[in-house]
């Protein structure tokens, strides 16, 4: 993996951790929905990879869709400003919905997207987080599936980026930054 510059990676949580985990929290989904079909919705671009490894894990009918907010520019600091770039391409009316995060962190974007989709009335809304800094917390916002608690460190990794970069690397790893 190239880093640029003076940053530095420290691997945080392993793939294969990941992976199971993941599949747990897919075990978890397909008990809860037994039978139904979920529809689950990932925000992009962070959480296309914890997605696509998340739906083949669930052994239910499933359909997907996306939807991409902005609300933290280039950088590390979140503008607390949340727009839909991109929004969802069908009706989410009377569905099994499971919003698919990357990272909760200020609750801020998690908090604006509750309040959108349960405008649009599905029959539930549930919330699958890969990552969880609670110590972070703005807004009183809980995620029903989390992967991992992780403490304040900015990571990267497995769908994480820094300004669009790293989102490949294949565990996730605490970025650090030389001094500015
Ligand atoms: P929140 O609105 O502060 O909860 O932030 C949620 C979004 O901020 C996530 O979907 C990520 O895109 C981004 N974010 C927050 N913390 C991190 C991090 O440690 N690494 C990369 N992106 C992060
Ligand atoms: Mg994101």
Known sequence: MSVSGQEKLKVLIRRAA???RVREVAR???KDFKGERVHLIGVLKGACIFLSDLVREISLETSIDFIAVSSYGKGKQSS??????????????????VLVEDILDTGLTLTYLIRILQQRRPRILRVAALLDKPSRRLKPVKADYVGFTIPNEFVVGYGLDYAERYRNLKDVCVLSLPPA
């Open 80 to 97: 607390g400003q949340v727009r839909v770039l991109k929004d969802l391409d069908s009706s989410i009316e009377g569905l099994n919905v």
């Open 18 to 20: 990941i992976q199971k």
């Open 28 to 30: 978890q989904i397909t």
